[in-house]
């Protein structure tokens, strides 16, 4: 009779103690989740209405998956273009952090043979910064700034500044973690010779790939 009232006074114990630590786990779990950086796989789930006719004839250089290309429309390029479900339609020009849907792109040649590619963990199509600012890659010449501490490449172009102020975010810069960083340079071209204005660590929120 004893043990049966000692079990009886342990089990209520315990189920008494239960909602303390439960409220303590979500508060502590509510508050890392503001600061998780986001990470995303992007695949188009709506198929445009508008169409376009052109060709693929690579790999995507901006994003480093063997399902995303770059494709040519006239003498314009698109990159990236995404494989959908049909084997002679992409989608070009969507947009998951402006929620567009882009265009479908008509293939009037078959898609060539993908690469077998290995991405960096930190490689990343496009990234959302903490205050909001959208910074994508540069599909062609990346800009090159000298300075006293060496040579900075520019990787991801971000939103521009007042006073011809440009953004963006160096080359090599970014951090893994629970929370992304990288270093965002703001600076000011002047003919060749380029100022530069600050460069800060900045937290990002959203990882497209």
């Known amino acids: ?7 009886i006074f342990c089990t209520v114990l315990l189920v008494s103690s239960l909602p303390v630590f439960a409220d303590q786990t979500l508060k502590i779990s509510d ?8 990470l995303s796989i992007f695949r188009p789930e709506v198929m445009p209405r508008e169409k376009k ?3 693929c004839w690579v790999n995507s250089n901006v994003v480093s998956r063997s399902d995303v290309w770059r494709c040519m429309v006239g003498n314009n390029i698109f990159d990236p273009c995404f494989t959908t479900e049909y084997p002679d339609k992409v989608i ?6 402006k929620n567009t849907q882009g ?5 009037t040649k078959p898609l060539p043979k993908s690469l077998k590619l290995q991405p960096a963990a930190t490689n990343a199509w496009m990234v959302e910064l903490e205050d909001g600012d959208v910074c994508r890659p540069y599909t062609g010449t990346m800009p090159i700034i000298h300075d006293k501490k ?5 990787k991801y172009g971000c939103k521009n500044g007042a006073n ?5 975010l160096l080359d090599g810069s ?3 973690g629970k929370v992304w960083r990288a270093k965002k340079i703001t600076y000011v071209s002047f003919g060749n010779e380029i100022k530069i204005v600050k460069i800060q660590s900045v937290k990002i929120k959203n990882v497209w790939r």
Do not use: Q
């Open 1 to 7: 009779m004893l043990v049966k009232k000692y079990l």
């Open 31 to 38: 508050k890392d989740r503001a600061w998780v950086t986001k």
């Open 53 to 55: 006719f052109g060709f």
């Open 92 to 97: 070009c020009e969507a947009d998951p952090s």
């Open 103 to 107: 265009f479908l792109l008509h293939l």
């Open 150 to 154: 060496g040579i900075m490449t520019v």
């Open 164 to 168: 011809g102020e440009a953004n963006g």
């Open 174 to 176: 970014v951090v893994l």
